[in-house]
């Protein structure tokens, strides 16, 4: 349930829209920003003089060293309470384990969690009507791909004609128990 990034090639994937260019001195990247029951790629962008790789090393640096403190200072409790050796080796061992699972993903997406650095928030449209469109679809729907489980609550659509507006009325009436809507403002698209 995530992008492979060997092989999708943001570059490919922003020619479709020809009309944006990003921010001068920032390139494009894909963040999978995926866990057990959620998931969609983040566009992101890096400035092409920032050293992500040191970003990633900090990051991943500051979560060990918090997972360290916070489970030497349990291990210190566990000890002058005499609890078991069994019971300390377990709690080495999540320790360890925590700690595997601090990644350069995971630091990836510290990034990517801030909103400044989303591609989205970092494109240049054309002074062109197809310029703005493809902005506005791009801000909204962009990243509207490869979603995983519950991140289809938030997709979109673009409805096109009255055809598109009478599917997404029988749809929702034969699902009412899953979705709120407003079946008077659909309707009003129709007009």
């Known amino acids: 349930p995530e992008v492979d990034t060997t092989s999708f090639d943001i570059k490919v994937y922003m020619s479709f829209f020809d009309r944006l260019k990003l921010r001068a001195g920032n390139r494009a990247f894909l963040v999978n920003f995926y866990n057990r029951d959620t998931g969609s790629p983040a566009l992101c962008v890096q400035e092409t003089a920032f050293d992500m790789d040191k970003f990633v090393d900090e990051i991943i640096t500051k979560r060990n060293h918090y997972t360290d403190s916070i489970f030497d200072q349990k291990k210190s409790e ?49 002074d062109t009507p197809i310029g703005y469109f493809q902005y506005l679809f791009f801000h909204q729907m962009g990243e509207q791909f490869a979603l995983f489980w519950h991140a289809y609550y938030g997709e979109k659509t673009v409805l096109c004609d009255k055809k598109d507006i009478e599917y997404y009325l029988s749809y929702y009436k034969e699902r009412k128990g899953y979705f709120y809507y407003d079946e008077n403002k659909i309707r009003d698209m129709m007009v």
């Open 78 to 126: 566990y000890l002058s309470k005499n609890y078991q050796e069994d019971v300390i080796k377990r709690l080495d061992r999540i320790k360890e384990n925590q700690k595997k699972s601090i990644t350069r993903n995971s630091a990836l997406i510290q990034y990517a969690i801030d909103s400044t650095k989303r591609v989205r928030n970092n494109l240049i449209p054309e």
